[in-house]
């Protein structure tokens, strides 16, 4: 059974600047939750098609981790699709407005474990909703510093 949150934000920056918050790996640490780490499989991180990833999220001894490849990016738009105990697709795309950008996230996905499901359902649902948010809001803090700084 798939779910899906879908969040948006209104940016004022331009898009590309808001796409470069998701694309640079020290700006979208910026952002990202504190207790999630994004690291390239590899030697160097890209979000060109086929690039792959680590998310993963800083729980001591247990340390779960997502394993990610980017499976669609044009300009304003990155997909990644990930596959650990969860397997889906995290969609972030730029839409230019005329005050600055819309930036929508779309995490889409399915927990083939009914254990860990139950416990995503009962413990994590609700928060990885609020952090989703939260992302968002912080994002948007540093794609408007940039904007400034320019």
């Known amino acids: 059974m798939s779910q899906a949150f879908e969040q948006s934000i209104q940016i004022n920056a331009t898009a590309t ?3 470069r918050c998701i694309t640079d790996l020290a700006l979208m640490h910026r952002w990202l939750n504190p207790v999630l780490r994004c690291e390239p499989v590899g030697e160097a991180w890209s979000t060109d098609i086929g690039s792959q990833s680590q998310f993963v999220i800083q729980i001591p001894f247990v340390k ?14 990155v997909v990644w699709e990930f596959q650990g105990f969860f397997q889906g697709r995290d969609r972030w795309e730029c839409q ?4 600055g950008t819309r930036l929508l996230n779309r995490f889409e996905f399915d927990i083939p474990n009914p254990l860990v499901s139950w416990g995503f359902k009962t413990f994590a649902a609700s ?12 994002l948007k803090r540093v794609a408007e510093e940039q904007q400034i700084s320019q």
């Open 17 to 19: 600047l808001v796409e």
């Open 64 to 77: 779960p981790t997502l394993n990610s490849v980017v499976v669609e990016r044009k300009p304003g738009l």
């Open 96 to 99: 230019p407005i005329e005050q």
């Open 127 to 138: 928060w990885t909703k609020e952090d989703m948010q939260a992302q968002l809001r912080r």
